[in-house]
């Protein structure tokens, strides 16, 4: 299989570098071949400009690569944090340049762009890694778990992929080294689960 693997998280020492690298060593002892971007290692350009947002816009090699990887990919991975319920700006700015139409998704004929569009990618899974120092009930009673909602709702599910799992971690700031290790260990189980070889 082909995997595409997204990390943003801007500090090397973060747990969510962690997670990436156990992804990423994960699915290479299953044999699949693994598209990983780090988007703050590679100074990705998150900003939109207004030239690109046409369909048929002229777009720069850099994100025609990754355009064309995540259109390629039999399996999505994305490792983030949750900064104010949200990816952080970087990533987002990744989805807005990235998950575009012709790519991800489609407009059926004589839907001019108000309809409900027709998801493109051939990705079977996603599974999106996050962490978080809120309690997970917490997350969920008073904010609604908007990560959830914006990973599966809005943008996987609308673009055709139908597996897509979420696991959070947290909360990170006051978790113990062996807490970690169980979480890394968890995060290898569930990479085998929704990528066999």
Known sequence: MIISLLLAHPSKVSFNHAIAHKVLATLLELGHVVH???????????????????????????????????????????????WWGQPPAMLKGWIDRVI??????????????????????????????????????????VFGDPLERIWKDCIFGLCGVRDVRRRMFGIVVTSS??????????????IIEAFPS
Do not use: M
């Not at 259109?71 to 994305?78: L, Q």
């Not at 762009?113 to 917490?138: C, D, H, M, Q, Y």
């Open 36 to 82: 990983f971007h780090d988007l703050y290692a590679e100074a990705f350009d998150p900003v939109l400009p207004a030239d690109e947002i046409p369909k048929e816009a002229v777009i720069p090699v850099s994100i025609r690569r990754h355009c064309e990887e995540i259109g390629e990919a039999d399996g999505i991975v994305v490792v983030h944090p949750n």
């Open 177 to 190: 080294e062996d807490e970690r290790q169980g979480w890394l260990e968890e995060v290898r189980t569930i």
């Open 100 to 141: 575009r139409p012709g790519v991800a998704y489609e407009f059926l004929e004589n839907d001019s762009g108000e309809g409900v569009p027709n998801g493109l990618l051939k990705a079977k899974a996603a599974v999106i890694f996050t962490t978080s120092n809120t309690e997970a009930v917490r997350e969920s009673a």
